[in-house]
């Protein structure tokens, strides 16, 4: 998926005529707007079209893979098991087919890390991201990669590993020679909070605008949240800058950006969750042993 190409949104006035075409086809259109729709943090819409392009597939196909992810997402925080289930469907299907370790073993690979990890296995989330990482090395695909290293760097990044910077550089190497790009913003996120608490403030405040100019360039309402929370939580551990952080919070919390709760809430943790820990890990100081804490910041 390249969404700096907008291919997404092409598909959306398909939809009025996917009744005329071949299933597969009609598949294609669903996913595509399964993605788009996600994209502008329309979750119900998403998971609708979703189910409906999994609905006429039968074989593990590129939208096949696509459809199952977004299905899975969109039962992560309210039917765990219900979203393992999907991938646990997907896997049964690739092993009809005789899959062996090609493009569908990574893709599997990566979705099923992903969203374990959202879901809170995380053994198995980074299982499954480092065996994505190793085929995909084996095979050579840039795309499946950066894919794999982003979010292995990911799950990395929240178990605190020094390794997790130099996953998440090497996707973005990758995105920048011309890698499909649907996870350079997340990639660009955890490089920003990774540099901060690193005590990079360049490459910090670099990582953080360029993950919110990405994401408004292809006008990804979901991924210019995320990447708007990114820049608050790294400005607001800075000295100096929180009136900054305020504005970006703000911005945020506007009539633009405050109707897609899904990337900031959740039990367990979402991404943004995960970050703000780790910065306040790095941010917060000791204090005695009985003392309380001053506050918890939970507005940031």
Not at 43 to 64: K, N, P
Not at 88 to 116: K, N, P
Not at 153 to 175: M, T, V
Request: charged share 20%.
């Amino acid at each position: 998926m390249q969404p700096s190409w907008g291919i997404c949104a092409w598909a959306a006035p398909a939809l009025s005529r996917v009744d005329d075409i071949d299933a597969a086809q009609r598949a294609t259109v669903h996913t595509v707007t399964s993605v788009d729709a996600l994209l502008q943090g329309d979750i119900e819409q998403c998971g609708l079209l979703g189910r409906r392009a999994l609905a006429d597939l039968v074989r593990f196909t590129a939208a096949y893979c696509v459809a199952m992810v977004q299905v899975s997402l969109m039962e992560v925080y309210g039917d765990p098991a219900a979203a393992m289930a999907v991938l646990g469907e997907g896997r049964c299907l690739l092993a009809a087919e005789g899959g062996s370790d090609d493009w569908r073993t990574i893709q599997l690979q990566t979705a099923t890390s992903f969203v374990a990890g959202l879901v809170g296995d995380g053994d198995t989330a980074r299982a499954e991201a480092h065996r994505a990482v190793a085929v995909a090395r084996r095979l050579a695909i840039p795309t499946l990669l950066a894919t794999a290293l982003t979010i292995q760097g990911h799950w990395l990044c929240a178990d605190h590993s020094p390794d997790a910077l130099a996953a998440i550089d090497e996707a973005i190497g990758l995105f920048d020679t011309g890698a499909g790009d649907l996870l350079f913003a997340t990639a660009l996120m955890d490089a920003a909070v990774l540099r901060a608490v690193s005590g990079d403030p360049a490459g910090t405040a670099d990582a953080a605008r360029r993950a919110v100019d990405y994401a408004a360039h292809n006008g990804s309402r979901v991924f210019v949240a995320d990447a708007v929370a990114v820049a608050t939580l790294v400005l607001a551990g800075r000295p100096k800058s929180g009136a900054a952080a305020a504005t970006a919070n703000g911005a945020r919390r506007g009539s633009a950006l405050g109707l897609i709760p899904s990337a900031f809430r959740g039990d367990p943790p979402t991404p943004h969750r995960r970050r703000r820990r780790i910065c306040r890990r790095h941010a917060e100081p000791r204090r005695p042993r009985g003392r309380p804490r001053a506050g918890r910041g939970d507005d940031v």
